[in-house]
């Protein structure tokens, strides 16, 4: 399959090898089309809905929320539109101010994001006392699970190392011990079946799904939504001012204008990869990735830090600095990512190096990026003296 003349970016710059989807996925014609349309001709608040364009809005937000909540198996009622991944997990912290207590602790993959790492510490540990203890494996997990385990949060797929996690098994856990289990979902969406019915709550960003910036989402388990509260405040989620009698739905959650367009754009995002089938899409990257990783035992002295089919790539090359090939790279129009990728922790584990090439791909990517990449790879004595 050969995708590239559906995304702009890459007929706008036919040069560009773009590898760093873990990052930021490209946008489909019908993403892109979207933010136009709503601009140009639906730009009217949600909240003026005595009006044909104001209708039209409410329904496109119904319609997109709807798509959300068919994709993540969830109660339509229990997804919340926010900002991105780190929006939704920093609310999410502070929604659990109200359950945790002293002690109380929480077990958090040394994979994580620190976007899935850094609200717990602030909002949890220095202000409640809760106890924060990572882990690595799933072995690592539950050897490390106590009764004053309360909430447990890792990524279905991370966004540096390929470490699996049997996300049924450990909910079913969390369940009978009454334990929470966030999923930071941002990697998996586009590439893999997230569901609620496999977690207490899913945070994830459109932008990983081949969909606008500035969108993403919080959903919510049943028996989660029923006891947190909203952390943002104002236009839309209250019954009453005096006594702050929020709504008892979504609204409660989106106080103020949404990023109305983004949402727009989010829904045609779901539509392109309803359109394909996410077991197309899992079937395509696999054979890239199967490809690159064949590709790579061409480069002498490269130690690779994936397995074949992984959708993410870690190398390094020799003990050349990793930004050093990247920034070359880069400068022959190639895009991979240099770094740790804000998982902090990961090169504080023992064997783990300080940085990584990471080469990510994306439904765009073909076997001729993947040439392009190793072949310029084998050149690089033109720039520094590597190979």
Known sequence: ???????????????????????????????????????????????????????????????????????????????????????SLNQLAQMFKKIIKPNDEILLSVYNHASNIIPYQRFLEQECGAKIIFFTDQQDLFAKTSTKTKIIALSQVTNNFNVKYDMKTIYEWAKSNEVFFINDAAQAIAYTKVSINECDAIAMSANKLYGPTGTGLLVFSDRLFDLVDPVKFGGGSFKAMKT???????????????????????????????????????????????????????????????????????????????QDIASYLGHKNIYVRSGNFCAFLISSESGFHASYLRASIGLHNTKKDIDVLIDTLKKGGDFIDFI
């Open 1 to 87: 399959m050969n995708f590239k003349n559906q995304f702009p970016m890459l007929i706008n710059n036919k040069d560009i090898v773009y590898l760093d989807n873990g990052a930021l996925s490209l946008k489909p014609q019908i993403v892109c089309q979207a933010a136009y349309d709503f601009y140009a001709k639906y730009s009217i608040s949600n909240r003026t809905k005595d009006s044909i364009l104001g209708i039209h809005t409410s329904e496109f937000i119904n319609k997109t929320r709807k798509l959300c909540a068919d994709l993540l198996n969830a109660n339509i009622d229990n997804v919340i539109f926010t900002s991105g991944t780190t929006d």
């Open 244 to 322: 702050y009698d929020y709504k008892k739905d979504f609204n409660a959650f989106e106080a103020g204008t949404l990023n109305l367009a983004g949402i727009y754009q989010l829904g045609k995002a779901i539509e392109f990869q309803n359109e394909i089938g996410i077991e197309n899409i899992q079937k395509h990257v696999k054979s890239i990735s199967l490809y690159l990783h064949e590709r790579l035992k061409e480069i002498d002295g490269i130690n690779v830090f994936s397995q074949p089919g992984d959708v993410i790539c870690l190398f390094n090359i020799k003990k050349i600095a990793a």
